[in-house]
């Protein structure tokens, strides 16, 4: 059984149009992530969720908007899409229960490809 | 000074070696330190977490050094399938990852 699931695995869109990825956790994590790793492969946090609850919003455009509807699930929306928005989304999970030191468990990925 | 310095290398070596790479890290306040591996065109996956008295799993070693703020990965008599990229992280809600060190070990 997958633990962090992520759809699509590919998608291939044109500028301008408004897409969703979404990621599912059955490892009974409390706190998701989504990082965007770009071609030069750096990793960047975007969001994180604990609980369903927004506590990390980095200094990403207001085009992309996460969506927890509950602690197993964190959907990424993204509007009006753009060249630069091209790379490799990742969703991660861990267990926190107040405490900052457990590992990630990283989707397998959703490459985006604007045209 | 940046969140994160990790050389990108690439790291070139023969199998059977024994090669080390560190990590600085400039949040002082950060608790949890950790290695991923990433393979091409996959995701991060946890090779080890790295605790304040140094931790071992077979051929990895892994240290922390609080006071200089580095971790570092040593793999010891290093095997073909050890060519990866290797990632550091850490933070505490929020985990910070290096750019990754390219890792290639040769026949």
């Known amino acids: 059984d997958t633990a962090v699931s992520q759809t699509p695995k590919y998608l291939v869109t044109q500028m301008g149009n408004d897409k969703s990825i979404k990621c599912e956790q059955n490892?009974?994590?409390?706190?998701m992530y989504w990082y965007k790793q770009d071609s030069k492969k750096f990793l960047k946090i975007m969001f994180s969720?604990?609980?369903?609850?927004?506590?990390i919003n980095e200094t990403v455009p207001n085009r992309f908007s996460p969506k927890s509807p509950d602690k197993a699930h964190l959907n990424l929306h993204i509007n009006s899409l753009e060249l630069g928005d091209s790379a490799v989304y990742f969703c991660?999970?861990?267990?926190?229960?107040?405490?900052?030191?457990?590992?990630?468990?990283f989707g397998n990925g959703t490459r985006l490809t604007v045209t | 000074r940046k969140e994160v310095e990790q050389d990108p290398g690439p790291f070139n070596v023969p199998e059977g070696a024994t090669v080390a790479f560190n990590c600085t890290y400039s949040?002082?306040?950060?608790?949890?330190f950790f290695w991923y591996r990433q393979d091409c065109r996959k995701e991060p996956k946890l090779l080890m977490s790295?605790?304040?008295s140094g931790n071992e799993d077979g051929r990895f070693t892994a240290q922390l050094n609080r006071a200089s703020q580095y971790i570092s990965l040593l793999i010891r008599d290093s095997k073909l399938s050890d060519s990866a990229t290797y990632l550091c992280?850490?933070?505490?809600?929020?985990?910070?990852f290096g750019t990754g060190t390219r890792l290639t070990i040769i026949p």
């Open positions: 991660a999970s861990r267990i926190t229960q107040g405490a900052w030191n457990s590992p990630l468990h």
């Open positions: 490892l009974g994590h409390d706190t």
């Open positions: 969720y604990n609980n369903k609850e927004l506590i």
């Open positions: 949040n002082s306040a950060s608790q949890s």
């Open positions: 790295v605790y304040s």
């Open positions: 992280g850490f933070g505490n809600e929020k985990l910070t």
